[in-house]
């Protein structure tokens, strides 16, 4: 499992609310940190067998926002002329 975040609009996908919410990229950078220093700091990768470094990967993603851009940029595109 990992993250799924959009940068540009700063949202974050919730398994929670299963849906998009709004997160500052502050925090998913401090996320980031805090994850690279607990493997940083674990040189047995069998010490953190319980936890999966893949959990807790940062993917960048579209989001809804992305998505709703999008969609006006093509129904713009493909409207015809009046
Ligand atoms: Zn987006």
Known sequence: MSLSYCHRHKRLWSF??????????EK????S??????????????SLNSLSRAA???????????????????DAYIAPPQ
């Not at 998913?28 to 996320?31: A, G, L, R, S």
């Open 56 to 74: 807790f990967t940062i993917v960048e993603t579209c989001c809804d926002v992305c998505t709703t851009v999008a969609r006006q940029a093509v």
């Open 33 to 46: 940190a805090y994850y690279d220093r607990l493997y940083a700091a674990h040189t047995d990768p069998s």
């Open 28 to 31: 998913i950078d401090e996320i």
């Open 16 to 25: 929670i609310q299963l849906s998009w919410v709004s997160f500052p990229k």
